[in-house]
């Protein structure tokens, strides 16, 4: 399936917004919204996602047609990804090892951080290693 790479795009810089909040109050119920909103992403595919809807519903109808689309196995890894850290830091932050969930928010927050502001999504590039290396074995 091909997508606009637009929206993981305006996706990431929401999802700035909501771990830079989850990671200032150190409040676990914000991460476990950031988290099932990853595991929308990853389990049903990045369009299905609320950033997805919201991005379909309210940005795209006002900009040009996107130059290029993009494959969305690379953004839907890195939905997985941050699904991953986001169970991780919310089970820290709800088990009291506040260290653990402070450390992963952060983590999913700079890769989301750096997804929005410079288009580069770390998520992806590991899909692609993974890729190139299932490719050489295989």
Sequence with gaps: ????????????ALTTVVLAAALISGSGTL??????????????????????????TLVRPRLAPPAELED?????????????????????YLLGAHWLGTAATACALA???????????LGCEMYLLLSRGRARLG
């Design 111 to 121: 890769a989301a951080f750096l997804n929005a502001v410079f288009g580069y999504c």
């Design 72 to 92: 969305a196995a690379p953004p839907r890894f890195a939905q997985a990804v941050g699904l991953a850290f986001g169970l991780v830091g919310t089970a820290g």
């Design 31 to 56: 991460l476990a919204v950031q988290t099932a909103v990853f595991a929308v992403g990853a389990l049903s595919g990045i369009q299905y996602s609320p950033y997805g809807w919201l991005y379909r």
């Design 1 to 12: 399936m091909q997508i606009d790479p637009r929206g993981p795009r305006f996706a990431a």
